[in-house]
């Protein structure tokens, strides 16, 4: 079983438009995060939610909006995308015990 | 702040020798978690290997060790009898508590990228 999960892979879209990332995770984890990574492989937090809540929103544009319907899922939603909003965005979840993150696979989004 | 500095942007290493990967970092905690994530073309994040910064003994896994310097604030992770496999781009993190928040977050380096030389 997938530990933390992303859909779609890939995802090609026009300026503009609006598009869903989805993640799930069945650790049973408390906090949930999507990161960032540009063009040079920098990752950069984006969000991070704890029970559903969110706790950290490190200066994303409002476009970018994370719903947590439930502690497992954590979708992000950008609106009017633009084209440097290009990028692989990822997914992960952690436990305060243990340490370490597990990430989804990523979501390529690419912005024409 | 707490930032993480990765100073090789690549490095190159034959098959069976032993690379070793630079990383910094600066904190004023006392008690923290640094790891070192692989990302090989999948760009899956793999986790490599984990210290604990109260642990004074070096993390090791198989063929991967780590020389933690607490003092120094240094975290280098080795990689012996280097394979094929281990091509990858290489991320030194390090997990911070937010007071404020009361929760964590992850703070990675800029990346090194492995070549490994058949």
């Known amino acids: 079983d997938t530990a933390v999960s992303q859909t779609p892979k890939y995802l090609v879209t026009q300026m503009g438009n609006d598009k869903s990332i989805k993640c799930e995770q069945n650790l049973g984890h408390d906090t949930m995060y999507w990161y960032k990574q540009d063009s040079k492989k920098f990752l950069k937090i984006m969000f991070s939610y704890n029970n559903k809540e969110l706790i950290i929103n490190e200066t994303v544009p409002n476009r970018f909006s994370p719903k947590s319907p439930d502690k497992a899922h954590l979708n992000l939603h950008i609106n009017s995308l633009e084209l440097g909003d290009s990028a692989v965005y990822f997914c992960a979840s952690s436990q305060d015990f243990g340490g370490r993150a597990f990430f989804g696979q990523g979501t390529r989004l690419t912005v024409v | 702040a707490q930032t993480v500095t990765q100073s090789q942007p690549e490095m190159s290493v034959q098959e069976a020798e032993t690379v070793t990967l630079s990383c910094t970092y600066d904190?004023?905690?006392?008690?923290?978690?640094l790891f070192w994530y692989k990302q090989p073309p999948s760009r899956q994040m793999i986790l490599v290997i984990r210290?604990?910064?109260?642990?004074?003994q070096n993390a090791t896994e198989n063929r991967f060790s780590v020389n933690f310097q607490k003092a120094a604030k240094s975290f280098s992770l080795k990689i012996s009898d280097s394979q094929l496999g281990d091509a990858a781009m290489y991320f030194c993190a390090y997990r911070t508590y937010s007071a404020t928040s009361g929760t964590y977050k992850y703070i990675f380096g800029t990346g090194t990228r492995l070549k490994v030389l058949a």
């Open positions: 904190t004023s905690e006392s008690d923290y978690y």
């Open positions: 210290q604990e910064a109260y642990k004074q």
